[in-house]
């Protein structure tokens, strides 16, 4: 049985093995995570696309500057409206990083002294159907991964990825003006410290795909 890749990884978070007002992530660091409103499902927590959200610490190892791997398994109950997976995201600075979806999905990520934005292929994403999704920055480029493979263009970018404080959050934006709350189900989220390679992505994919698909 595949496992999911481990070097790098800093935060993992199977929402499906999680009850509770808060919890602490069953990976290596430990985070405590404080949950808002997201209700447990057996295939994860749901997200009222309102006022739901499961908030992170904001640690220095959810901080990573060299490179960046956002994960998730969704079930987004609409995807006309933007909904935040996984994000950190400061109004006024943008300094930080953050995965969302429309009909796509997309990443965020300030690096090298500015914000850049890349959007995966269009209509990539459908509501009421599993996906997962990757988003990753390896210090030269930013890529996008559905369902194990690439989706859309690569977009060159090279520094370190810069942030102001503030704790991320699942789910929504935790910034003061637009958070852009999620609606549907998310199962499984995870932050790694580095650019996962298509192969490791197509890894995690096909070792986690057995409950969704």
Known sequence: MKTIVTTGLVF??????????????????????TVTGAEWRYSGRWFNKFNHKIGLP????????????????IKPELVINTGRIISRLPDGSYKGWSMFHY????????????????YGAADSIAANVWHHAACTYDGSAMRIY????????????????????????????????????????????RIYNRGLTRLEVERNYLATRWRYV
């Open 103 to 118: 009909t796509y999905v997309g990443f965020q990520c300030h690096i090298g002294g500015s914000l850049a934005t890349l």
């Open 12 to 33: 993992n978070l199977p929402l499906y093995a999680r009850d509770g007002a808060s919890f602490i992530s069953p990976d290596a660091c430990g985070h405590v995570c």
């Open 58 to 73: 904001d640690d220095p190892r959810l901080t990573p500057t060299t490179g960046l791997t956002l994960e998730a398994w």
């Open 146 to 189: 559905i369902e194990g493979e690439q989706s859309g263009n690569t977009l060159e970018r090279s520094g370190s990825i810069a942030y102001d404080s503030l704790a991320p959050a699942i789910g929504m934006d935790n910034g003061a003006g637009i958070n852009q709350p999620y609606g549907g189900i998310i199962a499984e989220a």
